[in-house]
């Protein structure tokens, strides 16, 4: 397995314990995320070689979130240090028909005022074979997108495979650029999209159904529409309440249509990161399975990182390897 | 929004860490709460003028108890200060089929001990357009029955709005007062019912079952036998166990009876203070909403109040809105 | 209620806080359990007159045990101490799809290293009119398990009833006994059979399914076989996930088949030791009730141990008379 | 060593952690103590046989206390429970120059409410050598000073030893009686006195100073008064700040004076207890050792006491006997 | 006395607990502070009628720092709300010859974008009668110097008290002002100068160093230079590490020079605000007192500031009123 | 700088909060050190090339302890995995005159049965040194002093510098070697002394004091006993109490005596480890400085190292510079 590149930026996140708000704590915790991380660290934490590249405060509290990413023996020798602050997010995590409250302290980090020039791609990426990006590092700034882009284009010339997770977030895309064209030159680079009806909608411009049949339809024009792509995997999550959901999964190669049963989530610990855990799940599966069980792969993945508290995939290969094997009623042996 | 008057103890709750007993804890955390100042304290947080009078102590304890009742904006300068200890109840939080223990020392506490002379009605009501009340209180002592009842007479002759929650605990009422005639006299000043079958069988000494028609005539007795009570509110709750509860309300209003659909509350973080929050709700509902809807508010707080720990309700009115909006599945924006 | 004899290791729990894993923790809890011990601890919680025997470890981790002990009003004064350590496990709660995982540090403990000659059974038995044992202490060396067979053995001559609860686990018995034939000698010594059918199929040699028919076929050829053992007694859990169990129990008592129905357990806390609360339920009902109302008193102390932390049973008696009397909806009153 | 007996009321004390006060707080800690128990549990931690005499809530607090009490191995079987609270005290620990804060809810407690017909004291004191009482019970009220001094009058009778520690509170006395009467009366049943020229003063109407010299006239004087009283020690501190305090002993046995040296307890932990751990090491001392020597271990239990959180010394009789050997550097053996 | 008005910026601190770093941690606390709001808030927990302004973002964050503030019964009705986020700094609290380290993310928070124009200061001054600022607000950005610059004109206009804390930190002034020239035009608003030599010098322009002779040389200087002010107060601290101080203050008021004898704080729990809380001290006594027993008062505030942990003092009139009568023993009563 | 090996035992160590016992206990902090570690994780902490050998237990533990050393980026690619539990200590950490109590459980631990051929010493040196060991792996197990016997055999071959820190634990060395012997053997192969007079007397079988005029005779006659060694550095700890410690240093390298002045370290957070951090703060040091400075490094690392909770030295190269240049007051800059 060569070298998986993920690129974006690292926040701090904190959050009060449990249930509880800011208002009702005085102690918290913290954690380190960011959606492009989380998959580098959820696939380091299976054993794969992943190299992270970002832009992190020259600070303890940067100190800070590189010794964590060391923790999982992820690759950390390409990430630049300045004097802008980390990004931050506060998180109050929601039961029931509460939804988790989120707040962000991050338009002005380290991350966010990443230039072209500061990152070396050509050395980055010089054992790299996958390069993972998702739609929110092009939404947060033109140093960003740009470097991102510069980014993909080399991976793109060195035939890299690309898995391009382009999640759409409103409140973000603030600086000026057209989100839709901004990702289309993205997606040009792009070999695997991780993605639903509501992503394909937004780069489409059209206005599918949540249906299997349109979910088809829709992906196959995708892959009209960017020749580079050939693979669609699409999580579907179904919330009973902010503490119980299902989750599935389904897919289109170009051939065939799978889907995977549910996943009934009856108490969800921590929701933050369990898609990125379905796309590190699908990144490390294609290196070893076909599209069918790596989907498989994928869904267990992000159903157990629904059992883990912060945004990063605690689950290990083993785990996950005993519920594709059909072990899913938790007992456990000793 | 004229100024909302709430009228009874604040006690100090202690309770372990979960659903751990205090056998098993060395470290536990404190809130205050108490049926009234719930109340009081959610309508603040939802924006409310809200004034709480109680008698407190007058140490650290005391002191911290106000702080924390500030911390909601609450107006505290009604509040009497004496030399007997704040009230205390120590709560083990159940889970599933194990219900929650309770063990209270609130029998000579600083509250307990009010005499009427202590208030200055003429003076704490002067911009006051509704006063609440609940059964715990004139089930104290003698002094604090005296003390509320003379609060409601003033409350009557100004023509205030004045809501009831006649709860009725069989360990109360200990001090040689006819709960009955008690609560008889206090409802005669009254003019919202908030209390179910239970409540009305206590005050009218009949037998009425749960089905709504049966909640209709009871509710018309009720009013023909109050006459200055207009409405009749009522939250009807389901134990699954203690974890998983169903809440649904249902009204009269004299001329209409109306009842909301259930909440499915799977994952129960906190119970107690629940019925506070409805009244709340409720009280908050009525000063902006028609009857239905102020009764659907206030489910929804209701049903709010059951994700968070501790006996006050930290619903925002954004959260309640939300959900009377129609998004009960929990899911979050960012 | 004449003394009940409890004879194992104790062990040293650690475990993180909620469902983290170690990795994700540097604040862990600590217990202290042993499937024995669990069994005369929950004994001794209800009120019984129980000693337990043992060898701890000469240093403060065996004084905080025994201290722990202590909390119980356990009779500990039989207790051995030597200069070696006490075991410990580590265990990480699972949840939903996520099994728990445990990991040992047993193997050379002060428990492992116990030798006959170190008990004075005569003395620790005088007064004793039950014993207590269970698969684990002939599992884990000769030691223990030629220490457990002279006990068993003066526990027979002086007609004290004795419950075995002949758990299998694969991982033990690596000291070159066959298991089957050790515990067929215990069983000779045994009134109580507290296992299912997977213990009977392992010491009959047996293929028996889980069907209440197969399970009475068995019973009678375990009663057949070992003439000493007069009643069996199964506790039957259904895993939904590691979350959510369903649990009942059934008996053969020569005569009588009986089954419970199921106790829904829709949110657990932790499951280690609810075995053990199942055996104590049922040896402290044994004193008083019949056999069938002893078994649903081990059932609910079963399922109400689902709802404490720790491997030892927090219910009191008269949380499980609550629920032997319908009381399991976790309403609480006050 | 025959059976001590301490009798007294049991406190539950709750603190916030480290030097916060409540208002900083939301987790606290919960600790149980008393000045009586303290010596007692004390005393059993050293491995003394000791029963503690008291009356104690009957609800699940009250099942911590003696929860709390077991793990000591004291004996509590003579503990009365009603359904009056448990007395409880809220402790802000201060640091440097700002003193420990301290708020009592104790005046309608349990033990409060004790009258000399609830206690059995032929039974109670049929094992008994010893009786150690201080000037905190007969200052509460009427009953617990008339069951106090029932106890003693048996005490004197059957001939045992009577610790008396008449620590003088001017807060409490609050009930009516003349606190040096009732202290006199006290006093002559007792053999022992542990208190200093305050407690002399109080008891002698006298006016001492605090030097040496003065203490033996003192100590003389009050033995004429008390001829039943044969040895005085006193413990003597010297506060730098709330963090700093040195600690010597003397004592005046009829015929030798003697001090110690100073403890310079340059970071205190807790001091609450410190004195009770002075009074503990005496009589534990006493058994054993002779005067000065006991006054030795007394001092060296006390400076110990300093190190540990909570009411109680947790130091064990190695940790005492190391510092009578003169290691009091604190430097550990590995 | 009137209100006080204070005018700065609120910052969120996140500290490890104890002398942990964020590299040891999980778990962190946090607090809200500011150096002008610390002032405000200590004032206010004397008792003060105090008004903070500020700009805060509008989200759950800066709803629970306005909750914070109100536990003080602050004035919080003038706060700005905007849709940038908090300020953030994470503190590592050191120990011994261990500095604290401090990082910081302000740059862009909600009050550094703060404008002239977002603030009524008619009527935020209209009950005002002394107004409080630092050094730090105008070295922030132009926003933050020209909205305090117009606040204190019109300040000077009304008459009020105007207190002076130009604490210099040179990491600050990064916008282009001359941070010189700005505090000049600040200070012909002021009234009273509370800083040191340090302060004198930067804006005096001189190089004076620490004895009393040169302070009273440059006290002199400074008054005659602003001739609006009237006095000089110097609190000097003595850092024998970072676990030990010694404060000490001193005054030059137009006429007399005092000084008071060193506080030994020989055990410090948080030195931030400490500061602070002496210019809160001076203030609140400058209300009721004469210069110099205001100075000890400021002191022994601040003196009781290093035992509180976070950015606040917590201290009481009646702690600091203890101290002033000569209690600096640390010894409590009950 | 080449890569620096270590060698040694990782042990998990588990902790209450502060001072408190077990037995005060139900939480703990756990941490992972061991006294090779130790050094090693210093090292890499100031930017070093540290690999450290040692075998671990294959389990989640020893997932965690991998995970705790890739966080300071140490090279763990040569750790060993086996189905033996890691080892495991208690420490109870005292305060002023209560010294800190541990317990071992490592003597059937993973490390404690590594023989010689489960390290491939070639492959594991290729890149290193400098090589540094202690007494305690030769005082384990045969196996453990055989493997680190060839390891330093192959050290020496290569030419690497070899630091020893021959530390004698009297509890150790149980498994039938002769200490001085085996100590002889290890020091034929090293190059760097670390450690004082006891070490030295029990390598030579000499009886000298601790004046500097001894150390320096004792260091002759151990350099002409060990012609490959040629440096001795030696650190000495005065200890007032278990709270308050003074350290200084002294050397002979050969030519010169040199010592340094005391650190006066007044309020110890946590002084395990502090030995290896000067071992650590010594090794890095000669990288880069003369003999003298080094020391000086060393000693400055050591001081720091008692700030820090847990078993390693988390001061920064930045941190440990300022006091070198003489900022030891703790005052922090912002």
């Known amino acids: 397995m060569g070298q998986i590149i993920t690129f974006g930026e690292v926040l701090m996140r904190i959050s009060p314990r449990g249930n509880r708000k800011f208002i009702q704590s005085n102690t918290v915790e913290f954690y380190f995320g960011g959606t492009e991380v989380n998959v580098g660290l959820s696939i380091a934490h299976f054993g794969g070689n992943v190299k992270h590249i970002t832009c992190i405060s020259d600070d303890f509290i940067g100190d800070t979130a590189i010794s964590y990413l060391n923790k999982f023996d992820l690759d950390t020798t390409a990430i630049i240090r300045t004097n802008r602050p980390l990004g931050v997010y506060f998180l109050e995590v929601g039961a029931v028909m509460r939804p988790s409250s989120i707040s962000y302290n991050r338009s002005h980090s380290a991350f966010s005022e990443i ?3 500061m990152v070396d791609w ?4 010089a054992n790299g074979n996958w390069f993972h990006w998702t739609g929110i590092t092009p939404a947060l700034t033109q140093g960003s997108f740009d470097t991102l882009k510069e980014g993909l284009k080399l991976a793109k010339e060195k035939g890299m495979q690309v898995s391009a997770d382009p999640t759409y977030r409103s409140g973000l895309w603030q600086y000026g650029v057209n989100s839709r064209e901004a990702l289309t030159e993205l997606l040009h680079c ?3 999209f991780i993605g639903g009806i509501n992503e394909m909608n937004e780069v489409l411009g059209t206005n599918f159904g949540y249906t299997n049949d349109e979910f088809i339809e829709a992906s196959k024009m995708l892959i009209e529409k960017f020749p580079s792509i050939v693979k669609v995997f699409d999580k579907i999550r179904t919330s009973i309440n902010a503490s119980w959901h299902k989750i599935r999964a ?3 190669n170009g051939e065939d249509f799978r889907e995977t049963e549910d996943f009934d989530i009856t108490h969800i610990v921590d929701r933050i990161g369990t898609g990125d855990a379905f796309a590190a799940g699908l990144i ?3 290196q070893y399975y076909d599209d069918y ?3 498989q792969f994928a869904s267990a993945a992000c159903a157990l990182k629904h059992t883990y ?4 995939n605690y689950a290990t290969i083993e785990e996950v390897t005993r519920i594709l094997d059909g072990n899913v009623s938790g007992r456990f042996n000793r």
Chains 1, 2, 3, 4, 5, 6 share one sequence.
């Open 115 to 117: 230039k072209p020039h």
């Open 122 to 125: 050509e050395k980055s990426l």
């Open 190 to 192: 792009s070999t695997i």
């Open 250 to 252: 389904r897919m289109w």
């Open 284 to 286: 490390y599966g294609l």
């Open 293 to 295: 069980k790596s989907m």
């Open 309 to 312: 508290v912060g945004d990063v």
